[in-house]
């Protein structure tokens, strides 16, 4: 592999988690595979968990923040008739309950109750910190940890298989929802519900807003590639147009937004939307505030 030179600001990488590794795992990775250590990810993934994880290079880590805010998809199997200490297949199990009156209606159902604007409790096990440290961190050293309901949105929960067995009742979801859900959650959440415990055994994330596993690279395909920056990187520019809506300036806007003026622009949207030079460079998040669009990250 040839690495060469970091060429300008960066851009993304879209990989496929393995399980077994934690996101920082694969930030080490790339880092080597970049040589730049200015390395970063949007939403962190369980070592369980397996799937599309972004990762920004160079000056792109500055978009991480703003690609947290985007939608996710996951594929789960949740596990019906006991629950654990982490919510998912890495805990120990603390409960375990017959099954035998959970028909497939009361699940479809118990999930369907969860679909929409919902408060939800984070499982205990998050990386969410907790008077300056991770919940995981002070669950692990033997503390007993409560985290406050946080609002998130569950746009759709799909079930496609309803599997009764001897260890309980596997349920196969696909799950679209905001960034921030907690996906554990909603294994344990239904196991409540249905008053037998449950837990996640098995989740793969298959979209992060606009990229899926269709544009995902495994961490050997990286290691792979005869020329990393080449072929692996989305540019950041590239990485702003599909994500953001655009907005092309005039020189004399784009020298202001250089220096991160207020401007009258007539933007496409309310939100965050990505605004470019006449030759294609990408400048800056703006976003509309009264009269005048005010700058979100100025990228130059």
Known sequence: MSKGKVPGPGGLVVVD???GVTSHDVVARVRRLAGTRKVGH??????????????GV?????LLG???LTDKTYDATIRLGSATTTDDAEGEVVSTSPTDGVDEDAVRAGLAAMVGEIDQVPSAVSAIKVDGRRAYDRVRAGETVELAARTVRIDEITVHRYAPGPDGID?????RCSSGTYIRAIARDLGSALGVGGHLTALRRTAVGEFDLGVARTLEELAEAEDFWSTEVLPIAAAARRTFPAYELDATQAALVRVGRKLPLDLPAEGPVAVFAPDGEFLALYELGGALARPVAVFV
């Open 66 to 68: 703003h690609l947290l």
């Open 17 to 19: 988690k393995p399980a």
């Open 58 to 62: 160079e000056r792109a880590t500055r």
């Open 42 to 55: 949007a939403g962190t993934l369980d070592p369980m968990a397996t799937g599309v994880l972004v990762i």
């Open 171 to 175: 349920v196969d979801v696909t799950v």
